[in-house]
Nanobody, 112 residues
């Protein structure tokens, strides 16, 4: 079955960095676009980034453009999200997503 396991979240000060990882299994990882989606407290889901199968086409929400970088390692079945210059408004649970499948999420808290 499809499994998505996120890791790498935590508490960071404004301006800091984190790198999220998503270990995928149960499907042909390299054949699908992959996405990072977040949900801030009391808010709806926001797709922050996506990446194509080969890793050479990406999407970023305006709110994270220039600060976040998505990447993937198809040999390791792993999706990444490098988050730099973090802001308090980036505080959210971050999910790895493919279609109707979601990981358990990893909490990112940006606070001084």
């Amino acid at each position: 079955q499809v499994q998505l396991v996120e890791s790498g979240g935590g508490l960071v000060q404004p301006g800091g960095s984190l790198r999220l990882s998503c270990a995928a299994s149960g499907f042909t990882f390299g054949s699908y676009w992959m996405y990072w989606v977040r949900q801030a407290p009391g808010k709806g889901l926001e797709c922050v980034s996506g990446i194509n199968t080969g890793g050479d086409s990406t999407y970023y929400a305006d709110s994270v453009k220039g600060r976040f970088t998505i990447s993937r390692d198809n040999a390791k079945n792993t999706l990444y999200l490098q988050m730099d210059n973090l802001k308090p408004e980036d505080t959210a649970v971050y999910y790895c997503n493919i279609g109707t499948y979601w990981g358990q999420g990893t909490q990112v808290t940006v606070s001084s």
